[in-house]
């Protein structure tokens, strides 16, 4: 079992960037895949961007570019670089942990794009 607990979210204009980061309980080296979801009202919950244990990243079509997850072992910690922000990209963003056959969930932090 894991738990994870995010930070970083807020309010930020149009064009700027944002930084979250996603601290977990426990070592995160043997987790197969760690990633970044969201959620915004009346929309499903979507992956952002993904980091898998062999070095691999994947992300949406919709951030690639313009987002960047780091993993970090040692620091038993994930990090979601934001930037060119858009209003499209307003949601509550949920670190996720891929492991012992599950999905482990934080409770989100809101990251809301708006002048």
């Known amino acids: 079992q894991v738990q994870l607990v995010e930070s970083g979210g807020g309010l930020v204009q149009p064009g700027g960037s944002l930084s979250l980061s996603c601290s977990a309980s426990k070592s995160i080296s043997s987790i197969y895949i760690m990633g970044w979801y969201r959620q915004a009202p009346g929309k499903q919950r979507e992956m952002v961007a993904s980091?898998?244990?062999?070095?691999?990243?994947n992300y949406a079509d919709s951030v690639k570019g313009r987002f960047t997850i780091s993993r970090d072992n040692a620091a038993n910690s994930v990090d979601l670089q934001m930037s060119s922000l858009t209003p499209e990209d307003t949601a509550v963003y949920y670190c996720a942990a891929n492991t012992d056959g599950r999905m482990y969930w934080g409770q989100g932090t809101q990251v809301t794009v708006s002048s």
């Open positions: 980091s898998i244990a062999s070095g691999r990243r």
